[in-house]
């Protein structure tokens, strides 16, 4: 769209201006962040092994067990309710999903 009173804007090259060679981008430690550690994953696993699951996990994994789609469902409910958003719902029962997998192929 033209601007009133001034000529349109053109389009520039891509080699306009002073040729430079890029520098490559130095790895910085922040790009870690987030990253999941063997050490931080072993802990984790330990805590888990000693404290169990939590009561609302507990009532998901049985609504996992019932396998019908609406106890999937019951079991999204809860456990969105219980952390807040849906996303960390599907995610909370995707991992005991596993976990519920895990048990079944250890027995």
Do not use: W
């Not at 891509?14 to 990253?35: D, E, N, Q, S």
């Amino acid at each position: 769209m033209a601007r009133p009173g001034k000529a349109p804007k053109k389009a520039k090259k891509l080699t306009k201006g002073h040729a430079v060679t890029k520098l490559a981008k130095v790895a910085k430690p922040a790009y870690r962040k987030g990253r999941l550690s063997k050490r931080t994953a072993l802990v984790r696993s330990v805590i888990r092994e000693v404290t169990g699951f939590a009561p609302y996990e507990r009532k998901v994994l049985e609504l996992l067990q019932a396998g019908s789609t609406k106890d999937e469902k019951k079991a999204l409910k809860v456990a969105k309710r219980r952390l807040g958003t849906h996303k960390r719902g599907m995610n909370k029962r995707e991992n005991l999903r596993l976990v519920m997998q895990k048990m079944r192929h250890k027995n």
